[in-house]
Each structure stands twice: as structure tokens, then as C-alpha cells.
């Protein structure tokens, strides 16, 4: 029965689901005329919300390329590209595969998001070639399952943002430590349920007699570091010096003990993509080994660049229209200080349907459902958790984050988006859980 699901849920996603930029472009017109309909903006004011917002998010939308680059570029050093081809070699059958990729991705994306996005494609390839007739599709589906937890973990926006001193709600909520987000008892335990339950999910989508084959020219590696044979004028010499790297690498080391000796353990965007910046140069070990790479990351940030816009234009008109009040607001009226957090993670997957950046989509609920947590007397770090897991959930359908690791394996978001589907159900039962229980 599990396998019949699947395979009606990957027909379903075959024959329905566009290229993510016909996506982006069908949302568009969907929000515009929801604002019409829904909240009674003129067309001239729809206009006006969705130009206004179109470039709205451009600070964000360079942390979030910063994230995916340097996590691209660190999961593609020779270090641990060596370790995932010792990884896979654990891996003997298709089933041990699968699970083995899916605990990468998850352990991977709760480190960094887009550290986990690269590295479970890339380990994905690696198992592809060492274990014969797993379906390749199941592989990458597998991998970015991994990225529903991301957002409770060490690149979370939304808790790393509140942790930040000078963030826009500090009036409101104050500084929350990440001691009571993102290593809470119910973050921990959804995180631990969702390491449990899904390599099973996905294992039990494993199909042997619709296994997927693979043309082999796309597994070979397609990032390679690249260096000179020869290194004869003084700027080939610079660019191939190990030296230069180990300098401004340990420099980057230094601030980083400092940081955490003045600071403690409070991450921020900003400190997550040093962190990753400065690994990058040390594991590739010269300057030019590190350009290349990055040459290659910013291939896989393409679709982020120019859909970002589009989809700041999107939240201009849920913004301005009052869209996303209206949505969070009929959730918060049919709760209580019980199921605050629950219907606060459910409204929060539908909002990051239209708007998937978990910064930009925290910045238009915060709002509505801070009032709704000091009405009820819900914890602050708890409603911003839900809102936090809401993002992370739905994106396992939005195909805008799949982007990169789907540049990586040669595939299109349908190919992978029937298996994400189910696991979307899975995992939001897991999620829904954790919040009741806690």
C-alpha cells in the first residue's frame, strides 16, 4: 500500500508540477488575485504591493546565496568528499543506501541548510555508483528530505535572527537564547522523532520493480578543484600558495575563538556563513582550488538569484494586501494556549508556500502571532519555533530550495517531488506531535 502511494503521488507530481520558475510565475497570479477576491485591493494596488516588494529582500537573499556557496563549496573539499566515498562504501544494497543518505542529509542540514543540500547530492552520486540498481530519484528525494530539519538547527533563521541583538521584534520579545529554541526539550525531541522515522519513510518507498537508472556521464564529479601544472609567474605562485590560505584561514580560525569566547554559542546568519567561509579556504588549501569551487557553487544559486525577486514581489502582495494577516489570523482565532504552536506551524506551512525564506516570512507573521502568544501566554521561543518548523515543512513541496541539489544530480523537481510528498505528510505528523505533547 506504501508503495502504491508513492507511485500515484510521483505520477501525480510528473504530470502536474512546472519548472520551478513557471512556479514562481503561477504563485504570482494566484496571490494577486486572492488580494481581489479575499482582502478587496484593486488591481492598480495589487500592482503597486508587487512592485514595491520586489526588491525588498536583497540583504537576505545574499546571506541565504552566502549559505548555499560556502556549504557548497566546503561539501565539495577533498575532505569530505574522501569521507563520503568512504561513507558509501557501507552502504552493500539499494535499502541500506537510502537510509545511509537520508541520515547524511539530516545530520548534514541540521549543521547548515545549504551544507546539507550540496553534501546529500553529492553522497547521493558517490552511493549511486557504488551501489547498483538504487533508484536514483528515491536517492535525491532521500537527500533532501534531510532539509525539513534545517530550520531547527545551527542555520535557523528565524532563531538565530531573535538571538541577534537589534532585530526588529526585540521590543516586543526581547533577545530568546538559542538554549530555548533551537536546543529546547521539543525542538530535540521532533529533531530525534524525524532522525528516527525517515530513513524508514523512505525506505518503504523503495520500489524493485521501478527502479530509476541513471545515465552514468552524470555521475561523474562535476566539482573538481582545478590547478595549474605549473605555477611560473609570481601571481600563479600567489594563487596556488598554500600559504595565503593557512594565513587568512587562521585568521578566520582566531575570530572564531573569540566569537565564541565573548559570545557563547549564540549563532547568527551572518557568523554561520564565516564560520563556513573560512573551513572552505582551509579544506581546499589554495586560493585557486577555493575560486573554482565557489565558480561552481554560484552555478547551483542561480534559481535562488532571479526567483528571490519574484518571490519578494509575492510577499509584497501578501504584505501590503493584508493576505498573511488574514491566514494567520483565522488559525489564531480557533486556538488556545494548547494548540497555539500547533495551528501557528500549520498556518506558517501554507504562508511559506508563497513565501519560502523563513527571515522574510518571519518578518510579515511575527506580528499577528506574538499578539496571539502574550494573549494566550505562550511561550515567545515557541511560537517562533512553530513558525520556524511551518517554513521547513512545506518546503519539502516548494521546488525553489531543491534547486541546487537538483543542478548537482542532473534531475528536475518532478522527478523527486512525488517521494517529497509523502514524506511531507509524514513528517507533519511528527512535527504536529512534538508541539502537542510539549
Excluded at 53 to 63: D, I, T
Excluded at 102 to 115: D, R
Excluded at 268 to 287: A, E, Q, S, Y
Aim: charged share 10%; net charge neutral.
Amino acid at each position: 500500500m506504501f508503495q502504491a502511494l508513492t507511485r500515484a503521488s510521483n505520477k501525480l507530481m510528473q504530470r502536474y508540477l512546472p519548472d520551478p520558475f513557471i512556479f514562481v510565475i503561477l504563485l504570482t497570479g494566484v496571490v494577486f488575485i486572492l488580494g481581489l477576491i479575499i482582502t478587496g485591493q484593486s488591481p492598480v494596488k495589487m500592482v503597486s504591493f508587487w512592485g514595491d516588494g520586489f526588491w525588498k529582500l536583497l540583504e537576505f537573499s545574499m546571506q541565504m546565496v552566502l549559505i548555499l556557496v560556502t556549504g557548497y563549496v566546503l561539501a565539495s573539499s577533498p575532505f569530505f568528499k574522501k569521507m563520503l566515498r568512504k561513507l558509501a562504501s557501507f552502504a552493500r544494497t539499494p535499502g541500506q543506501a537510502i537510509i545511509s543518505v537520508t541520515l547524511v542529509a539530516l545530520i548534514a542540514s541540521w549543521i547548515n541548510w545549504g551544507f546539507g543540500l550540496v553534501i546529500g547530492a553529492i553522497f547521493s552520486k558517490e552511493l549511486a555508483r557504488q551501489v547498483k540498481n538504487t533508484d536514483y530519484r528515491l536517492l535525491i528525494a532521500s537527500a533532501y528530505s534531510g532539509f525539513v530539519v534545517w530550520h531547527a538547527g545551527l542555520s535557523g533563521s528565524i532563531p538565530l535572527t531573535i538571538a541577534t541583538p537589534g532585530h526588529f521584534m526585540e521590543e516586543t520579545m526581547g533577545i530568546i537564547s538559542t538554549s530555548e529554541t533551537l536546543f529546547s526539550p521539543f525542538n530535540l525531541f521532533i529533531v530525534g522523532a524525524l532522525f528516527i522515522i525517515l530513513p524508514v519513510t523512505n525506505r518503504l518507498m523503495m520500489n524493485k520493480d521501478e527502479t530509476y537508472q541513471i545515465d552514468p556521464s552524470l555521475l561523474d564529479d562535476s566539482v573538481e578543484a582545478a590547478t595549474l601544472a605549473e605555477a611560473d609567474t609570481p601571481a600563479e605562485k600567489l594563487e596556488n600558495s598554500m600559504w595565503l590560505s593557512m594565513i587568512i584561514g587562521i585568521l578566520g580560525l582566531a575570530y572564531m575563538v573569540y566569537f565564541f569566547a565573548t559570545s557563547g554559542f549564540n549563532l547568527n546568519i551572518n557568523f554561520v556563513n564565516f564560520i563556513f567561509l573560512f573551513l572552505g579556504i582551509l579544506l581546499h588549501k589554495t586560493p585557486r582550488n577555493y575560486i573554482n569551487s565557489v565558480a561552481e557553487a554560484v552555478k547551483g544559486a542561480s534559481g535562488i538569484i532571479i526567483q528571490f525577486p519574484f518571490y519578494a514581489g509575492i510577499m509584497g502582495m501578501m504584505v501590503g494586501s493584508g493576505l498573511v494577516t488574514e491566514m494567520s489570523e483565522w488559525f489564531v482565532a480557533i486556538s488556545n494556549e494548547y494548540t497555539l504552536p500547533l495551528f501557528t506551524f500549520l498556518s506558517a506551512g501554507i504562508v511559506n508556500i508563497f513565501v519560502p525564506s523563513g527571515g522574510g516570512q518571519w518578518a510579515v507573521q511575527a506580528h499577528v502571532v506574538l499578539d496571539a502568544a502574550d494573549a494566550l501566554g505562550v511561550s515567545y521561543a515557541k511560537t517562533a519555533m512553530a513558525v520556524a518548523w511551518g517554513d521547513a515543512w512545506t518546503n519539502l513541496i516548494q521546488p525553489f530550495w531543491a534547486l541546487p541539489a537538483l543542478a548537482i544530480a542532473g534531475l528536475k523537481a518532478k522527478d523527486i517531488m512525488g517521494f517529497c510528498l509523502i514524506v511531507l505528510f509524514v513528517s507533519g505528523i511528527v512535527i504536529s506531535a512534538g508541539f502537542l505533547i510539549f
